[in-house]
Every structure is written in structure tokens, then in C-alpha cells.
């Protein structure tokens, strides 16, 4: 059985044409899987002449031992053509059944999938128990004349705090706040990168309380040179499965349509956010809060929202994170200061990560079509 291993907890393969790639973790070429249906072309795998439907399955990918993964990706679904996402992991006797990650189209959406080892959950495959063995499977449908184009696909797992059985929900929509985040090493003197506010309470009264998150991503968009209506992005994002607009495959999966490359990622410590933050990458990050833990929060409670992560400051030899905080009222009051420990204490761990311009951009062909 063929293994790739990766030592560390994200995974990333691209399929345009590679310049000089700077890569997220390990980076891989598209001769590391088997294409059935497709051909290579400098923007990524498209379907090859008369062909309507592909596959492209990866080869075994060998990590450190996860039982929780979440899957991004830069997928062009012009049309009304789609990409269906599976992933697989090995029981010591067998191959668990494909999990269904999600359909990347113009209206995309979550499947429900279980079995024995383990199930999906919204945006997440959780694991009964620990594995260490994965593959993935991607399904390109084309529509009309119009193939999709696979760019890059990323995906995250980690070993959760949690023993064994019951499994702790931990997607979007039934959120558990994961153990242990810490401090890390936080760069000498403050850091507030100028990101413009916006109040998703000032979006339309029907969604405007559950658009944190492309509202967080409409921010990062216009750091970046990219202005969006944030009730744009949110239609873009919008899960048609759950019927909800958190969730974090698509969100983070949405830059590429506008030019700019991102992942889902999990950090166990604010280091690693504050090193993306000396990059110049905003950060999304999930938090999770009852009344009175987050001193200066708009809102009392919440059982999943999403913030943007802009800096961080020190008063008084006390160090706080400078976030944009999509749910205050108005955007002049978005921008807020949180202690650190209150901090680590809401955060769950999960974040979205904007890298910036799409590294294959100039490697686009005629097959690459967004619309």
C-alpha cells in the first residue's frame, strides 16, 4: 500500500502548473493519485475533451494520529457544475466507507454520513477512535459545456482533547471548546493590522444574526483590495444542507473565487496566529462563550461565532488580542480589545487563515472560469 507521510497536522497538494511554490505544509503533484476522466492543464485538473464526470483519488496520506479533519480547497465551479468531496480513512482491517464532505457548486452543500468508525458533521469528519491512514476522492461533474477546475485542495485533522466514545461534537453548529490552547510565543510590541470594520447587525434583518463568518470573510476580502457585499459573499457561502452560513470548508473555500488563497487550519496556541498576523494574514478564528467569560464582547453568549483577528496589545504588561467583532451593533464599535486568557479560554482552536494573492495566479488557462 502506498504512503505519503506528512508530520505535521495539514495537508496540501495543488494542481496548476507550479512555479515557485511557497507551501502551507507538504506539498504534493498531481502524479501522487490516480485521474480517471480528467487531464492536466496549466490552471489545474479539468475534464478531459468529452467527458462529463472525473475522479482524481489521492494516494494513501500517512498523519499523526487524528480523529477529527476538515477539508478546504480552490475548486472553479463555473455553471452549474460541481465537485463532490469524500474522505477515507484505513480501520487496521479495512477501508472505513467514502465520508461525504460536502458538493463545491454554485449552491453548495453538506451531506450527512456515518458508520462504525466514525461520521460527518456538517464540515467535519469525527473519528470513534484515533487513525492515522487517510485518502481522498474528488468527483468533478461538469454542466453545459463546462468542466470544473481543481486548483488546490487542503485539509486539517488534529487528536482531540476528548477520550474515547461518546464522541464530543466539535463542527460549526455543535461546537465544543477544545482544552489546553495557550499563550505561545507573542512577538515583542503590538501589531494591528488596518482592517476595515463591518457590522453584520447592519446587513439584512433576515440573516444579519447568522453571518458571522462571511461577514468576518468580507472583512479579510477588503484588506486585501477585495470589496464584497458582505450579503454576496454570504449567498456564495451559504450551506444549502444545513441551511446555515458557517460553514468553515466553504467559507474558507470562497477566497479563491475572488483571487486570494486560504485554508481552515487549527492552532493550539496564539503564536501561531500572531506569526500569520506578522505575515500580513488576517485571522478568522471560532469562539465559543457563556455570559461573563469574554469581558467587552457585544453579545452575553454564543454558541458559535466567528471573529476576525487583526492584532494584538499590551496594557498594563497584560497582553489582549485586537479583534474585529462582526456581531457589534455598528462598525464603529466592531473593533475590540479581549484579554488573552479570556481569549484562550472562548477560542476553540479553529481558524480560518488568508493568505493572500492565489500563488497559481498566472498559471490560468482558458479552462479556468469562475462563472
Known amino acids: 500500500m502506498a504512503r505519503h507521510v506528512c508530520a505535521v497536522n495539514n495537508y496540501s497538494q495543488v494542481f496548476y502548473a507550479p512555479d515557485s511554490l511557497e507551501p502551507v505544509a507538504a506539498v504534493r503533484n498531481v502524479s501522487e493519485g490516480d485521474m480517471l476522466g480528467l487531464a492536466v492543464d496549466p490552471a489545474g485538473l479539468v475534464l478531459a475533451p468529452g467527458q462529463v464526470e472525473g475522479c482524481f483519488t489521492s494516494q494513501v ?7 477529527w479533519l476538515v477539508p478546504s480547497w480552490s475548486i472553479a465551479v463555473p455553471g452549474e457544475s460541481s465537485v463532490e468531496i469524500h474522505f477515507q480513512v484505513w480501520t487496521e482491517r479495512s477501508w472505513s466507507m467514502w465520508y461525504p464532505l460536502g458538493t463545491w457548486s454554485g449552491s453548495p452543500r453538506s451531506h450527512e454520513g456515518k458508520d462504525d468508525f466514525g461520521r460527518v ?105 477585495v470589496e464584497v457585499p458582505t450579503e454576496r459573499l454570504a449567498q456564495l457561502c451559504y450551506d444549502h444542507g444545513t441551511e446555515i452560513f458557517g460553514n468553515w ?31 500580513g494574514h488576517p485571522v478568522i478564528a471560532s469562539v465559543r462563550f457563556r455570559e461573563g467569560e469574554l469581558e467587552g464582547a457585544p453579545i452575553k453568549s454564543t454558541a458559535g461565532h466567528l471573529i476576525l483577528v487583526r492584532g494584538f496589545s499590551r496594557r498594563d504588561g497584560k497582553p489582549y488580542v485586537v479583534v474585529n467583532d462582526p456581531a457589534a451593533p455598528v462598525p464603529e464599535s466592531v473593533r475590540r480589545e479581549y484579554a488573552l486568557d479570556q481569549f484562550l479560554k472562548v477560542w476553540r482552536g479553529v481558524v480560518y487563515i488568508v493568505e493572500g494573492a492565489d500563488q497559481g495566479a498566472g498559471r490560468e488557462s482558458s479552462a479556468l472560469q469562475w462563472e
Open 121 to 225: 458533521e456538517t464540515d467535519t469528519l469525527i473519528l470513534k477512535s484515533p487513525r492515522s491512514l487517510v485518502r481522498y476522492r474528488l468527483r468533478l461533474k461538469g454542466a453545459q459545456g463546462k468542466s470544473p477546475c481543481l486548483r488546490r485542495f487542503d485539509f486539517v485533522t488534529r487528536l482531540s482533547s476528548r477520550a474515547e466514545s461518546p464522541v464530543v461534537p466539535t463542527t460549526s453548529t455543535s461546537p465544543a471548546t477544545p482544552s489546553g490552547l495557550l499563550p505561545g510565543e507573542l512577538p515583542a510590541g503590538d501589531l494591528d493590522l488596518p482592517v476595515s470594520p463591518r457590522s453584520q447587525m447592519a446587513e439584512n434583518p433576515s440573516i444579519a444574526s447568522r453571518i458571522c463568518s462571511p461577514t468576518s470573510l468580507a472583512m479579510a476580502l477588503s484588506f486585501f483590495g
Open 249 to 279: 470548508s466553504f467559507n474558507a473555500s470562497t477566497l479563491a473565487r475572488f483571487g486570494l488563497a486560504g485554508r481552515v487550519d487549527w492552532f493550539g496556541d496564539f503564536g501561531r496566529i500572531a506569526r500569520q498576523l506578522e505575515s
Open 61 to 67: 496520506i500517512s498523519m499523526p494520529a487524528f480523529d
